[in-house]
């Protein structure tokens, strides 16, 4: 079965840093994708930020130039992605939820969502 599991959230200032890890496990052959997305209260769940198999990237433009998505190549932990937040703001608190797109394992090609890791940011 596969899980993501991620890590890294909590409280910082405003200007600060944050970075988030997701770490999918399971008997994974390939994953298409991976990336982030958050939620505020009240409000949709956007995307943040995702990486695909190639190393390609794509950014929301409230985030272009502060966040910077990657993804561990190392054989033994190549499911890991990570999220580099700098300069945060105020309107940067939400909750995390890595997700991971087009993940082949022995039952076939499926999506799945980590549980969501909770960043707030103080002004």
């Known amino acids: 079965q596969v899980q993501l599991v991620e890590s890294g959230g909590g409280l910082v200032q405003a200007g600060g840093s944050l970075t988030l890890s997701c770490a999918a496990s399971?008997?994974?052959?390939?994953?298409?994708?991976m990336g982030w997305y958050r939620q505020a209260p009240g409000k949709q769940r956007e995307l943040v930020a995702f990486i695909r198999s190639g190393d390609s990237t794509s950014y929301a433009d409230s985030v272009k130039g502060r966040f910077t998505i990657s993804r561990d190549n190392a054989k033994n932990t190549k499911n890991t992605v990570y999220l580099q937040m700098n300069s945060l703001k105020p309107e940067d608190t939400a909750v995390y939820y890595c997700?991971?797109?087009?993940?082949?394992?022995?039952?076939?090609?499926?999506?799945?969502w980590g549980q969501g890791t909770q960043v707030t940011v103080s002004s």
């Open positions: 399971g008997s994974i052959f390939g994953i298409n994708a």
């Open positions: 997700a991971a797109d087009g993940v082949r394992t022995t039952l076939g090609e499926d999506n799945y």
